[in-house]
Nanobody, 126 residues
Framework: QVQVLESGGGSVQPGGSLRLSCAAG???????MAWFRQPPGKDREFVAA????????AYADSLKGRFTISRDNAKGTLYLQMNNLKPEDTAVYYC????????????????????WGQGTQVTVSS
């Protein structure tokens, strides 16, 4: 069992930045990790993912250039740096993990991840 815990959400004005963190316990370097988000009234959607051992990343096309996913295997922590935030980025952000290695085309699928955090709210508003 992998415990996943997000932190770092909050309220920010348009154009601002936030960094989300996700702690995922032991054997972190062997986990494939991802961020998903669920905007109000919408389905959950893929944000970004990073392969285990930091072997590669994937992003939602619409978020490339503004969001950066990274991991610190020594600290057992996943990050999502979000810059130039827009009101449409308002959502509950979820951290997800799997202890399987995924090919790049599978990184975006919710069903590939069996461990999920409770989510952290990000609100972008003036």
């Amino acid at each position: 069992q992998v415990q996943v815990l997000e932190s770092g959400g909050g309220s920010v004005q348009p154009g601002g930045s936030l960094r989300l963190s996700c702690a995922a316990g032991r054997a972190f370097s062997g986990l494939t990790m991802a961020w998903f988000r669920q905007p109000p009234g919408k389905d959950r959607e893929f944000v970004a993912a990073i392969k285990r051992q930091n072997y590669g990343t994937a992003y939602a096309d619409s978020l490339k250039g503004r969001f950066t996913i990274s991991r610190d295997n020594a600290k057992g922590t996943l990050y999502l740096q979000m810059n130039n935030l827009k009101p449409e980025d308002t959502a509950v952000y979820y951290c997800a993990a799997t202890n399987r290695g995924l090919i790049t085309s599978s990184l975006r699928r919710e069903t590939e991840y069996e461990y999920w955090g409770q989510g952290t709210q990000v609100t972008v508003s003036s």
